[in-house]
């Protein structure tokens, strides 16, 4: 009987032990990644493996392992979370054109993010938004200036998107080769772009060659760079649902691309598939279909409550369950989450590591990089800070904290407005007044009229906030549902502009703030300069004020085309890229895309020309120098454009390279630059391929992309 007894306890604990070792398997950071991933799922049951299929991951409390809120924002700075620096809103750093500039604002998101995520887990708190798994880049292409959304965006040019939002991600996920500094994600796959009122049904019908030119192109990019997560959108593209068809998640993105990272829902984009889409009878067909294309995460709950019934009616099976949950846990393991603190390289950062002098400063330097002077009548930018005795800063966006922030935006202290930036930047003995001049709505009565004829300068701050253009619900008093319904500052606007023009002989700098295009021309008449701003971020009215003070010369550039009207494009809801953007668009522009004056002039000259002749294995090489030959310091945005022989349905022209440089007055920089062929093949419709199509090209190193400085043909053999 005591052997018997001895016998059992022998058996117990060598139980526990095996048990213990099983356990520590999986967080045995020694073992290979997959190892790690097939242990955790050999020790999860199937309920608790659905349960982790959500957002809002639930604790597995037997394993050790914490519930986890996958919903995370970083669009221009942690989002949503409390304190953070909040950087120009996505639109406005692409017009910096400062894809280096652009890692390092990233590379101090992802500093702040594990600040935060350390020492919300210190204390034990799960929240959402204070995780790791960031859904930020929006990649989509921003095709159209109705879409409200489109301030997230990098603007309406494939490689300049590309090239931004790569730097982002790479600047997100950090350099570790172990650890990931946190997880990006590309946004919305794919072909997103409003009208944001039916966004959750409509069916986007586009061919093969405007899918993979313009859609994809940046996507494509961003996941042979390693971006580890790729949201799929809420419409249909050509009849299939972007979350369950098997052409965009299976065929292309797996398949085709190798994509190895996670798919995530956009927030309740499965619900949508069945209930508005009707593609699907109901929510369990749904959820099978879902895990079946490729999804491996639900921003909602529609997998975790129904993907045991399709299980149970052998729509789904354990296998693809496995295969799902897999993807995000291997996101897991790369964010360090099974491992020791000890061996996370990002475990000291802390509340020092939020909001501090550097990221203040990074956030001051891309906002100054940002802002794109449009006029400047007479060179009377920029200001003498001596020459003026008195300043009135008006307008209705001159001390708004919502035209700072854009949306999908942190919190800050340290938030400058308009008028506070030229306040500060003043000595005392000058004299600032504010007043708000008028509202959104109201054509007749303005304030400050007075008081800007009896000042010696204006500088008059108007435009749009995120709550009159924005996503559909944030953007609530937007006329359009979040989209714009014309291209005009709002009437109230233009009638104040007139009337302080018509109240003072002193001159007024008009600044306007916006997350898209619109008519400058109607207020352009009554400013002596035209500065438009975006959504600057926290330091906004600080690097207003140094571009106004001549701290910094101007050197943002427009990511976008500013039309003369809508009535110049095809419907909002036509997806297809004729008559759109700069690389399609044959009519006249307020300003095309790239443009921005500087205070200083920049003289171009070739040190190399490309080749005459090239094939699909060169590389298209050039060397230029340039010079500042202006009376101030600054930088310049070298844009190369190439133009395509005259086919049928090539762009106009289209960009391939760009390079932000500075220079000091008088000096002289040499850069060589190289595009690969590859990069001009277009898409083949009949035979389904890319193509190098033979013919004349040239090259075109140019202000923007109406003005070219230097060219230079090459035939494609």
């Known amino acids: 009987m005591i052997k018997i007894f001895q016998l059992l306890i022998c058996l117990v604990i060598c139980h526990g032990l095996t048990a213990q070792q099983v356990q520590k398997n999986f967080r045995n950071s020694n073992q290979p990644m997959e190892i790690r991933v097939k242990d955790l799922l050999h020790q999860l049951t199937m309920a608790e493996k659905i349960s982790l299929l ?13 519930a986890y809120n996958w919903w995370n924002e970083a669009l221009h700075g942690v989002a949503r979370a409390g304190k953070a620096t909040v950087f120009p809103q996505a639109i406005g750093m692409a017009a910096s054109f400062d894809d280096a500039l652009m890692y390092e604002v990233a ?16 204390q034990d708190r799960h929240l959402q938004y204070m995780g790791l798994s960031f859904w930020s880049p929006n990649i989509n292409i921003f095709r159209d200036p109705r879409w409200g959304r489109g301030q997230e965006t990098y603007g309406e040019d494939p490689f300049l998107t590309a090239s931004m939002g790569t730097s982002f991600m790479k600047g997100l996920q950090g ?18 772009s409003g009208p944001e009122a039916s966004r959750h049904k409509i069916d986007v019908q586009v061919d093969e060659k405007d899918l993979r030119e313009t859609y994809l192109y940046a996507f494509k ?17 050509n009849g299939e649902p972007c979350c369950t068809g098997p052409t965009l998640l299976q065929k292309i993105l797996r398949t085709e691309w190798g994509f190895k990272g996670h798919v995530v829902t956009d927030c309740w984009a499965l619900e949508d598939v069945w209930s508005r889409h009707k593609a699907l009878p109901g929510s369990v067909e749904t959820a099978a279909a879902a895990i079946k294309a490729g999804v491996n995460l639900d921003c909602s709950n529609l997998l975790q409550d129904d993907v045991l019934k399709a299980i149970e009616r052998k729509l789904l099976s354990e296998k693809e369950v496995d295969s799902a949950l897999a993807g995000i846990l291997r996101t897991e393991f790369k964010l360090g989450f099974f491992d020791s603190a000890s061996l996370n390289p990002y475990k000291k950062f802390g509340a020092d590591s939020i909001s501090n002098a550097y ?12 802002m794109v002077l449009l006029k400047n009548e007479g060179n009377i930018l920029p200001l003498n800070i001596n020459q003026y005795n008195s300043y009135m800063v008006i307008g209705p966006t001159a001390a708004s904290t919502d035209a700072l922030l854009g949306n999908y935006h942190g919190m800050s202290s340290k938030t400058v407005n308009f008028a506070e930036g030229i306040t500060a930047a003043v000595n005392e003995g000058t004299r600032v007044e504010y007043d708000q001049g008028c509202d959104f709505t109201d054509t007749v009565h303005f304030g400050g009229i007075w008081a800007s004829g009896n000042a010696a300068m204006t500088i008059a701050v108007i435009g749009f906030t995120p709550v009159y253009e924005g996503e559909e619900g944030d953007a609530f008093l937007a006329a359009g549902g979040g989209d714009r319904k014309s291209l005009s500052l709002p009437a109230s606007q233009i009638a104040f502009m007139k009337a302080l023009r018509k109240g003072t002989s002193h001159p007024i700098i008009a600044v306007i703030t916006a997350g898209s295009a619109v008519d400058v021309a109607a207020i352009a008449p009554y400013a002596d300069a035209i500065i438009y701003a975006w959504y600057p971020g926290e330091q906004g009215g600080i690097a207003l004020a140094d571009l106004i003070f001549g701290k910094v010369s101007p050197s943002g550039r427009l990511p976008v085309s500013f039309y003369q009207s809508f009535d110049d494009l095809p419907s909002y809801t036509d997806y297809n890229m004729k008559g759109r953007t700069y690389r399609y668009f044959q009519g006249r522009m307020q ?12 003289n171009y000259t070739w040190l190399k020309q490309p080749k005459a002749d090239i094939t699909e294995k060169d590389s298209l090489s050039f060397s230029i120098k340039i010079k500042n030959t ?5 930088a310049e945005v070298v844009q190369a454009y190439i133009e395509y022989p005259k086919l049928d349905r090539m762009p ?19 850069i060589t630059i190289t595009i690969p062929v590859t990069e001009l093949k277009k898409w083949d419709l009949l035979h389904q391929e890319w193509k190098l199509y033979p013919g004349e090209y040239h090259l075109c190193l140019a202000k923007n992309a109406a003005e070219n400085i230097l060219t230079a043909k090459f035939l494609v053999r």
């Open 221 to 237: 990019k961003m996941v042979d760079a390693g971006v580890e997560s790729v949201m799929c959108a809420y419409n249909r593209v």
């Open 175 to 192: 350099s570790d080769p172990f650890v990931l500094k946190a997880s990006a994600c590309a946004k919305h796959f794919a072909v997103h």
């Open 630 to 634: 202006g009376n101030f310091d600054g």
């Open 591 to 602: 300003y095309p895309f790239g443009f921005g004056l500087s205070y200083t002039s920049f």
């Open 359 to 370: 990221h203040i400063a990074l956030s001051k330097k891309m906002a100054t990089e940002s």
């Open 107 to 122: 590379d101090a998101i992802s500093t702040e993010a594990r600040a935060k995520y350390n020492l919300a887990i210190q």
């Open 54 to 66: 959500g957002y809002n991951s639930k604790p597995v409390e037997r394993l050790g392992i914490p």
């Open 652 to 670: 106009v022209k289209e960009l391939k390279a760009f390079k932000n440089i500075s220079i000091s007055k008088g000096e002289e920089s040499s």
